[in-house]
């Protein structure tokens, strides 16, 4: 399906996208409020921006995006466990705000997650794989449950990594 109409603003509502085909929109869908969720429920691709301000982008089956995902406030990715959401947009700058990956799955990202404000915070709170690269030039990498980053984690200014006691990061 490709999408030209105007930006599409979730709202407080849920947006699913299912079937397993591509969703080309030439404008972004935005999830502006915290009650916002983009749910992929099948195998699905996004190919256009996704402006995550606040909200959840709940991946339930290996799913991509192809398109950018530019982080405009704190918000959530929940990747289903033994799932994987591959991201090849653009590197994602977290600025003076939380990501937060929950679900147990996988973020496999082809460029960095920034991290370069003193505010910025990556935070694990499932189970989580992170496969990309991390760029950690300030802030704070929170690890809440047992995870693993298996990109590389590039410190390039003062930041910290937050994990929580009886918890183990790889």
Not at 104 to 128: C, I
């Amino acid at each position: 399906l490709t999408y030209s109409g105007a930006a599409m603003s979730l709202g407080e509502h849920t947006l699913t996208l299912t079937g397993g085909g591509t969703l080309s929109n030439r404008n972004s869908l935005k999830l502006g409020n915290a009650s916002s969720v983009l749910n992929v429920t099948g195998p699905n691709t996004v190919s256009g921006l996704i402006a995550l301000t606040a909200g959840t982008l709940d991946i339930d089956e290996d799913s991509s995006i192809s398109g950018g995902i530019v982080q405009g406030g704190s918000a959530a990715i929940d990747v289903a466990t033994e799932k994987t959401l591959t991201y090849s947009g653009a590197a994602m700058s977290l600025g003076e705000h939380t990501l937060t990956l929950t679900g147990g799955g996988t973020l496999s990202n082809t460029n960095a997650l920034t991290l370069g404000e003193t505010s910025s915070v990556l935070n694990l709170a499932g189970p989580n794989t992170v496969s990309g690269p991390i760029e950690l030039n300030a802030g704070t990498l929170g690890i809440d449950e047992d995870s693993v980053v298996s990109g590389a984690i590039v410190q390039g200014g003062s930041a910290s990594v937050d994990v929580a006691e009886g918890k183990t990061l790889t």
